[in-house]
Every structure is written in C-alpha cells, then in structure tokens.
C-alpha cells in the first residue's frame, strides 16, 4: 500500500528564505507523487507533480520538488519565500490504476515571517 | 477556480440529522471524489464515483452514502450525524478513473459541516 509522510507539521520561515517542506513516500511500485497546496478558506490547488518523466519538477508559484528513489522523498522547494506562500501544504500519492485516488499526508502549514 | 463547484459552503445541523452535501464536477470530468478534512483524521478518502458507478471505497462510515448522477453531479448523504461528523468535506473530479495515475484530481473549495 502506498503512502506518504510529511515531517514537520509546521514550518517557520522569513521572507526571501529558502523554503524547504519534506515528503517521504512509501510504495511497492513506482509512484506517482503530487504536492497541493491549500490557502485559507479554500480547496486544495495542485501545485506539481511526478510521473517519471524528470526527477526535478517545476511547478507553479515559483516551487519546485526533485524526486530521490535511494531517499524515497520528494521534497519541496522554493528559492525565496513570499508572504504569499503562507499556506498548508500536502504532499500525495497517486494508487494509480481503476482507482487513481490520492492518498494524502498530514500536511505542513508553512509561515512567512516579514 | 478549480470548476469544480460544491454547495453548500457552510451547514450547521444537529446530532442525528441527515444532510446532503452537492457536487459538480468539471466539464467533461467523468470521476468524482469526496474527501473528509478533520483536525485529527487530517485528509481521508471516502469514496470514488467513475460514470456514476461507484470505484472505490476509502474510510467511508455506514451512515455515509453517495451516488453520481446521469449529469455526472454527485451527492454525499450524511444520516445520523454525530459531533465528530463536524469536518469540511471536499469533492475533487478527474478526467477519468481508468490507469489515469498521473492525472491530476481537481477539488472544489469544500463544505464545512457543522454538527451541534
């Protein structure tokens, strides 16, 4: 069975600091990983995703994730941080096949300090 | 916007109520998903619909059903409402529930359900 697991619950970071929010997966095939993100008030909103196409993956917002196999993670990154950024983030894998659902991590709230 | 649209946004109810939550999905999305957000349960799956047949079964209770519609809209029947029903309940679509794994889910802004 698949799944994935966030460390850190909540993540401090300054404006213009690297941010950085872990992901580690565990799957019995090769898997397909997501990061989400969800603003205040809202629903989640994808913001990359892995399907073994590139190990770095670009998304939107400026965020980037790499996939790392020996690591079993999928961390994600973004240069400099904006008050904007402030969010809870969640971290997904893909059971693919009929299903396709996602299962999700328990999710990181990311704040920006000015 | 996600063009997936949930109503209501808000509902307040008390115990051993039965509400029914609404879902449409994107244009042309044939797979629903309802997803249950709690503080302590965090995001848990609850059910999949794919052309108005059901496709998979996440931790969804018994006193919990859904159906998907000819139209392709969905509904989320809670029954017997209890004071940790109290959660926001998400509906995502897709473009298909067939080895669709790297497509991605797209979630409506929720309903947050409130048990008195």
């Known amino acids: 069975a698949q799944s994935v697991t966030q460390l850190g619950s909540h993540v401090s970071v300054s404006e213009g600091a690297l941010v950085l929010l872990r992901c580690n997966y565990s799957?019995?095939?090769?898997?397909?990983l997501f990061w989400y993100v969800q603003y205040p008030n809202q629903g989640l909103q994808l913001l990359l995703k892995y399907t073994s196409a590139a190990t770095l993956v670009k998304g939107i917002n400026g965020f980037e994730a790499e996939f790392k196999k020996s690591e079993t993670s999928f961390h994600l990154t973004k240069p400099s941080a904006h008050m904007s950024d402030a969010a809870e983030y969640f971290c997904a894998v893909s059971t693919g096949g009929a299903t396709n659902k996602l299962i999700f991590g328990t999710g990181t709230l990311l704040a920006v300090q000015p | 916007d996600s063009g997936v649209t949930q109503t209501p946004k808000h509902l307040i109810t008390a115990t051993g109520q039965r509400v029914t939550l609404r879902c449409s999905p994107r244009?042309?999305?044939?797979?629903v998903y309802w997803y249950q957000q709690s503080l302590d349960q965090g995001l848990q799956f609850l059910i999949q619909?794919?052309?108005?047949?059901?496709?998979a079964k996440g931790n969804i209770l018994e006193r919990f059903s859904a159906q998907q519609f000819p139209d392709l809209h969905s509904e989320l029947n809670l029954s017997s409402l209890e004071l940790g029903d109290s959660a926001l309940y998400f509906c995502?679509?897709?473009?298909?529930?067939?080895?669709?794994?790297?497509?991605?889910?797209?979630f409506g802004n929720g309903t947050r359900l409130t048990v008195t």
């Open positions: 619909y794919y052309n108005g047949e059901e496709r």
């Open positions: 799957s019995s095939v090769p898997p397909y």
């Open positions: 995502a679509s897709s473009p298909t529930g067939a080895d669709s794994y790297n497509s991605p889910l797209h």
């Open positions: 244009s042309g999305d044939l797979s």
